[in-house]
């Protein structure tokens, strides 16, 4: 077949099966889950908390049962919808004062066990639900109670360096993406360098299918000009772009990286001017972490379709699985240590087909392979397209991998002293502002 053919590698069916026993016991670990302490992040807008709307953000407090305040922060949400990033060198300035849209953020395993006391009309009362689980958090303005001096992120702008309690980030100057990681392996209290890069691949066929055109990560650019690093997620505010050579520009996107302790959400904003049909007979965008040899224990799963495929099973194995990758946990991991995957495309399915799961299995001085998903795209209509990208670290064993992706399409309900509606955490929500 053709060497730019969509489906060159197809994995068959005897491979999955014969893969999927050899690693039947890791697949099990993820299968088999318990609800595990996790740092899910917590999200709640000023709209949920009207008591406390007007008042400057620098008095306000999240605290515990024993009224001491755990690590918190609050991010404001400019009349544009952006996010306000006061360091880097294009910083924008917020109002200082709690608004409607402004994002206060605390963790789970940070809140207590039992409710916070009452013991004044000031305190607004926070319960957050998973199932039969209950945490509780206080919210109050009151300059007296200490801020907490627990900070789980670490950003080095000069390095570009991320560095949090469960893994490591070196992202690339001038892209949006890392270029190293490594996650957290608890047993022997170290990083374990997992990851290389972040491998991306885009191809088009535009004139009717007669010009293809192939761009990988050298080709996007990112430009970081802000950022903002507090105690429990840091925000790096980017404008991408597409370099096409000969000082072409492809469609601007507005981009913010959201790291928290635990997890990454990237949630990109693509514009497509006209009907994609118009320009592109079709495309794809591939993104594949290169693994390191450290990883070459590691197994590619995706347990809601039973798929296990381990790098030493399957030695110079190329494999494209022709299932839509949108909306289900992929996880890289041997059993103990890995990182997760949700890919969460809001696109109607219909025009995602042709998308699926992609494994290579490679040699070399450095990379034993890299895996993650093709995402393909068919006519689709004219508009914005939100594309977002979960990635989770282990705490507790991979158990923890699927919890997280779990948790992101289940989110906890929250109850708000003063207010008869439930409400799910925010974390989800994202900000629609628009590259101008």
């Given at each position: 077949?053709?060497?730019?053919?969509?489906?060159?590698?197809?994995?068959?069916?005897?491979?999955?099966?014969?893969?999927?026993?050899?690693s039947?016991?890791?697949?099990?670990?993820?299968?088999?889950?318990?609800?595990?302490?996790?740092?899910?992040?917590?999200?709640?807008?000023?709209?949920?908390?009207?008591?406390?709307?007007?008042?400057?953000?620098?008095?306000?407090r999240?605290?515990?049962?024993?009224?001491?305040?755990?690590?918190?922060?609050?991010d404001?949400?400019?009349?544009?919808?952006?996010?306000?990033c006061?360091?880097?060198?294009?910083?924008?300035?917020?109002?200082?004062?709690?608004?409607t849209?402004?994002?206060?953020?605390?963790?789970?395993?940070?809140?207590?066990?039992?409710?916070?006391?009452?013991?004044?009309?000031?305190?607004?009362?926070?319960?957050?639900?998973?199932?039969?689980?209950?945490?509780?958090?206080?919210?109050?303005?009151?300059t007296?109670?200490?801020?907490?001096?627990v900070?789980?992120?670490?950003?080095?702008?000069?390095?570009?360096?991320?560095?949090?309690?469960?893994?490591?980030?070196?992202?690339?100057?001038?892209?949006?993406?890392?270029?190293?990681?490594?996650?957290?392996?608890?047993?022997?209290?170290?990083?374990?360098?997992?990851?290389?890069?972040?491998?991306?691949?885009?191809?088009?066929?535009?004139?009717?299918?007669?010009?293809?055109?192939?761009?990988?990560?050298?080709?996007?650019?990112?430009?970081?000009?802000?950022?903002?690093?507090?105690?429990?997620?840091?925000?790096?505010?980017?404008?991408?772009?597409?370099?096409?050579?000969?000082?072409?520009?492809?469609?601007?996107?507005?981009?913010?990286?959201?790291?928290?302790?635990?997890?990454?959400?990237?949630?990109?904003?693509?514009?497509?001017?006209?009907?994609?049909?118009?320009?592109?007979?079709?495309?794809y965008?591939?993104?594949?972490?290169?693994?390191?040899?450290?990883?070459?224990?590691?197994?590619?799963?995706v347990?809601?379709?039973?798929?296990?495929?381990?790098?030493?099973?399957l030695?110079?194995?190329?494999?494209?699985?022709?299932?839509?990758?949108?909306?289900?946990?992929?996880?890289?991991?041997?059993?103990?240590?890995?990182?997760?995957?949700?890919?969460?495309?809001?696109?109607?399915?219909?025009?995602?087909?042709?998308?699926?799961?992609?494994?290579?299995?490679?040699?070399?001085?450095?990379?034993?392979?890299?895996?993650?998903?093709?995402?393909?795209?068919?006519?689709?209509?004219?508009?914005?397209?939100?594309?977002?990208?979960?990635?989770?670290?282990?705490?507790?064993?991979?158990?923890?991998?699927?919890?997280?992706?779990?948790?992101?399409?289940?989110?906890?309900?929250?109850?708000?002293?003063?207010?008869?509606?439930?409400?799910?955490?925010?974390?989800?929500?994202?900000?629609?502002?628009?590259?101008?």
């Amino acid at each position: 077949m053709p060497a730019n053919s969509d489906y060159r590698f197809v994995v068959s069916r005897r491979i999955l099966r014969k893969t999927a026993r050899a690693s039947a016991g890791v697949t099990a670990l993820l299968v088999f889950l318990c609800f595990t302490a996790m740092s899910e992040p917590i999200v709640i807008v000023g709209k949920m908390v009207p008591s406390l709307l007007g008042a400057p953000i620098k008095n306000l407090r999240v605290v515990n049962r024993s009224g001491e305040c755990i690590p918190f922060q609050i991010d404001e949400i400019d009349s544009t919808g952006d996010y306000v990033c006061p360091s880097g060198r294009e910083p924008n300035r917020g109002t200082g004062i709690l608004d409607t849209a402004d994002e206060i953020v605390f963790l789970w395993e940070d809140a207590d066990s039992a409710p916070v006391p009452q013991t004044s009309a000031a305190v607004v009362s926070v319960a957050v639900r998973h199932d039969a689980a209950v945490r509780y958090v206080g919210i109050v303005s009151d300059t007296l109670v200490k801020p907490s001096n627990v900070s789980y992120i670490n950003y080095d702008e000069k390095k570009e360096k991320l560095t949090t309690p469960y893994y490591y980030a070196c992202f690339g100057h001038n892209r949006f993406h890392f270029t190293s990681a490594g996650i957290m392996d608890f047993v022997r209290n170290s990083y374990v360098d997992v990851t290389n890069e972040l491998r991306i691949r885009i191809f088009c066929k535009g004139l009717w299918g007669l010009l293809p055109v192939t761009l990988t990560e050298n080709n996007i650019v990112c430009l970081v000009k802000r950022y903002k690093a507090g105690p429990v997620r840091l925000i790096r505010r980017g404008d991408f772009h597409l370099s096409l050579g000969f000082f072409f520009k492809g469609s601007h996107a507005a981009v913010n990286q959201i790291c928290y302790p635990q997890m990454v959400r990237v949630p990109v904003y693509v514009h497509l001017p006209v009907r994609f049909k118009t320009w592109f007979s079709q495309a794809y965008i591939e993104m594949t972490p290169v693994l390191r040899k450290e990883a070459s224990d590691f197994a590619f799963t995706v347990p809601s379709q039973g798929i296990s495929l381990g790098f030493n099973a399957l030695h110079g194995t190329d494999t494209l699985i022709k299932v839509n990758p949108n909306h289900s946990c992929m996880a890289v991991h041997n059993g103990s240590i890995g990182y997760g995957w949700l890919l969460d495309a809001a696109m109607d399915e219909r025009y995602l087909s042709g998308s699926g799961y992609l494994f290579k299995s490679q040699a070399g001085p450095e990379a034993i392979g890299h895996c993650g998903f093709r995402l393909t795209v068919r006519d689709l209509p004219k508009g914005y397209y939100l594309i977002g990208n979960w990635v989770f670290f282990s705490k507790t064993g991979v158990q923890s991998l699927a919890e997280a992706c779990n948790h992101v399409s289940k989110n906890a309900l929250l109850s708000i002293s003063g207010s008869q509606i439930v409400y799910y955490n925010q974390l989800n929500k994202v900000q629609q502002f628009r590259k101008r």
